[in-house]
C-alpha cells in the first residue's frame, strides 16, 4: 500500500487531480459560508455549478449575447494584444541577453535597472506609456511587452552564463570563431532556460492586457470585468472572466512547454527516461508488495 501511494505521489495526473479536488473543496467550503453570511449580491461568491449554469445558459446578458458569447468576444480583442505584447518582449528579451553576454559593459550599465521596471505596479506604469505614446492601443502592447521581456532576458542570460569551462575550452582549442562559439554552444545551451522565461512571461501578458484593459472601455476583457463587478451586467460574467482568464494563462505555459518538447530533443530524450524510470519503480513496488504478502501470509500446507 505505501509503495503504490508513494509511485501516485510521483505521477503528474495524481499531483494535478489531488490538487483541482483540493482547491474545488476550498472555493465550495468558502462559497457556503458567503451564503451562510447572507450578504449583499455584490459579494456574493457563487457555488462552481451555479457558474457552469452561466457558462451553458442561453439567457441574454447584454446586447443580445449570452455570458459566454460576451467573454469571448472580449477575449478576441484582450488576448490579441497580449499575444502582440508577448511576441515583441520575449524577443527584445533575448536580443538584449544576447547583447549582455556580448559586452560586459552593456550588463553592467542594464542589469541592475531591470528589475526596477517590475517594481512599478501595471496601473502606474500604463498612464506613463500612454502618455508617452499618445495611443491606447499601442500603450497596451508596450506593457504587455514590457512585462514580458525581463523574465526572458534574465533567463536566456542565465543560460549563456550557464556554459561550463570546458566546453570554452574545447571551442579554444579548435580555434573555434565567436560566431560558431554562439551557434554551436551558447545558443542550444540557452535555448531551455529561454523557454523557462517564456513560461512566466506568457501568463504575465495577459495579465497585463486585462489590467490595462480596465483603465479604458473599448470592450476587452478588463472593461466587461469592471461592468459586471459593477453590476451593469451579471455577475456571472465577472466570474466567468477570472475563470477564463486563469485558463488562458495556464495553457499558455502548457503551449509553450509543447513547444519546447518539439524543439529540443533532449528535453523529450529526459522526459521519456523519467517515465521509463517511473515505470520501473512501479513495477518494483508492485513486485515487493506480492513479496511482503506471501511473507506474511503463507500458504498452507495440506
Known amino acids: ?57 442561453g439567457q441574454e446578458v447584454s446586447g443580445g449575447m449570452t455570458a459566454t458569447q460576451v467573454v469571448l468576444k472580449a477575449s478576441a480583442a484582450t488576448l490579441g494584444r497580449a499575444f502582440l ?53 499601442s500603450s497596451r502592447l508596450v506593457i504587455a511587452a514590457i512585462l514580458s521581456f525581463y523574465p526572458v532576458a534574465t533567463n536566456t542570460l542565465a543560460g549563456f552564463k550557464s556554459v561550463e569551462k570546458d566546453k570554452y575550452d ?29 513560461k512566466v512571461a506568457a501568463p504575465m501578458a495577459v495579465t497585463a492586457s486585462i489590467l490595462v484593459d480596465t483603465l479604458q472601455g473599448d470592450g476587452g476583457l478588463g472593461c466587461i470585468l469592471s461592468q459586471a463587478l459593477k453590476h451593469a451586467m451579471s455577475i456571472y460574467v465577472f466570474w466567468l472572466i477570472v475563470f477564463f482568464s486563469a485558463f488562458v494563462g495556464i495553457f499558455s505555459s502548457i503551449l509553450i512547454h509543447w513547444v519546447e518538447l518539439l524543439v ?33 501470509y503463507p500458504s498452507s500446507v495440506v
Do not use: C, D
Open 85 to 137: 505584447g508577448f511576441l515583441l518582449g520575449a524577443l527584445a528579451g533575448y536580443m538584449l541577453a544576447f547583447l549582455m553576454k556580448l559586452s560586459g559593459v552593456i550588463e553592467k550599465m542594464i542589469f541592475p535597472y531591470l528589475m526596477l521596471i517590475q517594481l512599478i505596479p501595471v496601473l502606474g506604469l500604463a498612464p506613463i506609456i500612454l502618455a508617452i505614446t499618445g495611443n491606447i492601443n
Open 170 to 198: 574545447l571551442m579554444a582549442t579548435y580555434a573555434a570563431k565567436k560566431r560558431n562559439m554562439f551557434l554551436k554552444v551558447l545558443i542550444p545551451q540557452s535555448i531551455p532556460y529561454f523557454f523557462t522565461g517564456l
Open 264 to 296: 529540443t530533443p533532449g528535453v523529450v530524450v529526459n522526459l521519456l527516461r523519467k517515465l521509463s524510470i517511473g515505470k520501473e519503480a512501479g513495477a518494483y513496488g508492485r513486485k515487493n508488495e506480492k513479496v511482503q504478502k506471501k511473507k506474511k
Open 1 to 57: 500500500m505505501k509503495s503504490t501511494l508513494q509511485w501516485l505521489a510521483r505521477q503528474t495526473w495524481f499531483q494535478v487531480l489531488f490538487w483541482t479536488l483540493v482547491l474545488i473543496g476550498a472555493w465550495e467550503a468558502g462559497a457556503t459560508l458567503v451564503e451562510m453570511t447572507k450578504r449583499m449580491p455584490a459579494n456574493i461568491m457563487p457555488h462552481l455549478y451555479q457558474i457552469l449554469q452561466a457558462a451553458f445558459s
